[in-house]
């Protein structure tokens, strides 16, 4: 029988028994003193079982608290840059092109601002050449995904730096990662504790991608056949809603690559790291009761979260489970669901909601 903590009332009962047990008293008088010290270590008794309960929790990573689950993940994970328990934000960088007069130099630690409101450091000099532009490698100042910026974006120059008139990002800024959820430690925790390292098991070419700062998902099989390893995986962070802009780019794929290549046998040939390949499936959702912006996006956002859970690479997705994400939304009460199972068409291609359409 689990253990359960006793409630105050159950504490104060067993406290007075016990009391009486060694006096072989037969009866306790109200408010005497006898009563009232019982009573007074029942109470502290009470908040002993407490503590017990809370550090019981403790002691477990899947109902562990945050500065107890990073104790954990300190002894247990060891990460692809080297560090200990949970996976630390990075920061982003990328090239940014100076236009200006030709000579003046940008020199290292110069300031840049972004639209987004983060504040980025040059990290080598630039000069600006015959043709009127220089480049410089600059790096995000504020760690996490926030400093990440697109190709094209403007950057201001604070203190502006006479003879230049403009700068713009030579290509994205990225490789800004957040830092690793409680919820992301605990399934890697979890995930080592029940997959020992075999040397190149299945199970271990699913967990050191997942030790790449920014990874939050991965899935690995033998798609081409015995004696091959395919790896595939996700950056997608708390991101429900999959669309081909969320996959990997060729960078963050070479980056899991390089330390796959590290961990692996040597004696494996043909591992090959990639990116999932999206396949759309559209359904169409008639007669829904309350039909309003507000439940479809609920609907939507239930079904994103299914697939979070449920969809990998190959997985086939059923009717059933789209129609139970339907009905879980807040909101909904009843409705038709047109869609049939469906199939992928090779192992690497992965289940995603493309349309859906709701007909009244």
Known sequence: MPWTTPTLRDTRRLTRDYVLSQLGAKAMIPNSVLRIMSDAMSALAHLAFLYLDWLAKQLMPDTAEREWLDRHGVIWLTNADGSKGRKA???AQGTVEFTGNVGVITPVGTTLTGSNGVQYQTITAGEVGSGGVGTAEAVALTAGSVGNLLDGDLLSVEPSIP????????????GGYDQETDDQLRERILFRIQNP??????????????????????????????????????????????TTDDLPTEAEVLMVSDYIDIKRPVTVKDCFVMAPILFFYNITIRNLTNDDPTVRARIEASIADMEFARSKPGQTMYRSWVDEAISQAVGEETHELDFETVEMPAPGYMPVLGTVLYDV
């Open 163 to 174: 003879g230049i008139t403009e700068a713009i990002l030579l290509g994205d800024m990225s």
């Open 197 to 242: 390292p075999m040397g190149g098991s299945q199970a271990d070419y699913v967990r050191w991608p997942m030790a790449v700062p920014g990874v939050t998902r991965a899935w690995a099989a033998a798609e081409i056949g015995p004696g091959t390893m395919t790896v595939r995986f996700l950056m997608d962070d708390d991101e429900r809603r999959l």
């Open 89 to 91: 934000a990075t920061y």
